[in-house]
């Protein structure tokens, strides 16, 4: 199947969900749009074929039809660039290294959280997300410069959200892959009691960095690319900065996002099963006691009440599910 003809309506979680089209952004370099439980994939066709994240190990299936559809197949693949090692980014990565035999680019800690089999620093164990551990054999540093193809990157180190988190720039196009550092609208959730409760001033560093570039297009971890970086950096950095002055609004805006995930990683899970799976994991119970005074019943109803009058979640027939794309 050529790009622009991806299988329409792919069942996903018992919904159905559109894919969108995949977008030459560079020769042969391609963006292929996911939602929240998975992040955005880029595809290397030629003159090799190498990815950059996989997605959210329950979805592979929907990633290697993607990949397919651009004429990509897991066991072709030379390499992947995983630009953090959170659950929605590497998830293809054991299978398809499985498949191929390919190497794995990270940052230096997410490649030691991988062979110290480190569940929690990666976030898996602490949210209860679903992921394998992977052999990962290249480092990328701060300031690397990383070929594909033909295009040469930019590795920038960008900690906050992630403590290995990278994004990726091609000074020649004026191009950012930011990863989950900068998105258009939106601000992904920072985990102070994983990342430190610095995780906020490492995030507006982290901005800053990327604020000295030249960007004409950003291509977000989520959501699609965008051309005003300058706009996003700055609604960005203010949602950081209120953080700093009000960290329990943070914890709320950690808590709402992480429920939109958990619904979608559960499949639109019976209300009691969400309610057990929080108490199977730390990070619910830990948030609240550092944040919430211990108060879990109140909070838990609170943020359910409010993400359902904002239209993110339904309840039906006791499921609880995300009106949002996975
Ligand atoms: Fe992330």
């Keep these: 199947m050529k790009p622009g003809k991806l299988p329409q309506g792919l069942h996903h979680l018992g919904a159905v969900v559109r894919m969108k089209e995949p977008v030459e952004i560079l020769k042969g370099l391609f963006f292929c749009e996911r939602g929240f439980l998975n992040a955005n994939h880029f595809v ?40 953090h090692t959170h659950s929605d980014h590497i998830g293809g990565n054991r299978t398809i290294q499985k498949a191929s035999n390919c190497r794995v680019a990270l940052h230096p800690l997410g490649r030691k959280f991988m062979e110290r089999k480190d569940s929690r620093s990666p976030w898996w164990s602490y949210y209860g997300h679903k992921a394998e551990f992977f052999s990962a054999d290249l480092t990328l540093h701060d300031r690397d410069m990383l070929s594909l193809g033909d295009h040469e990157f930019m590795v920038i180190h960008t900690p906050g959200h992630a403590a290995d988190g990278i994004c990726l720039y091609n000074p020649k196009e004026k191009l950012l892959i930011s990863s989950d550092a900068l ?30 570039l030249e960007v004409g297009l950003v291509c977000p971890g989520h959501g699609p690319c965008f051309k005003n970086a300058p706009k996003a950096l700055v609604k960005a950095d203010r949602r950081l900065k209120s953080y700093l002055k009000d960290p329990e609004k943070m914890a709320r805006d950690q808590i709402k996002r992480i429920f939109i995930f958990t619904l979608m990683m559960l499949n639109n899970p019976l209300r009691q099963d969400f309610v057990q799976h929080l108490k199977s994991v730390p990070w619910f119970q830990e948030t609240v006691d550092r944040y919430f005074n211990g108060e879990y019943e109140p909070v838990k ?22 009106t949002i794309r996975p």
Excluded at 53 to 75: A, H, M, P, R
Excluded at 196 to 212: H, M, N, P, Y
């Design 301 to 322: 109803r609170d943020i359910l009440e409010e993400l359902k009058k904002r239209g993110l979640i339904a309840e039906k027939q006791n499921r609880l599910f995300s």
């Design 183 to 212: 998105w258009e609208n939106d601000l992904a959730a920072m985990t102070p009691l994983v990342e430190g409760e610095d995780c906020v001033i490492k995030a507006r560093q982290s901005l800053e960095s990327l604020g000295r």
């Design 44 to 83: 290397l066709t030629r003159p090799y074929k190498a990815l950059i994240d996989t997605g959210y190990l329950t979805c592979l299936e929907q990633t290697e039809k993607i990949l397919n559809s651009l004429g990509v197949k897991f066991s072709q693949v030379r390499l992947i660039v995983s630009t």
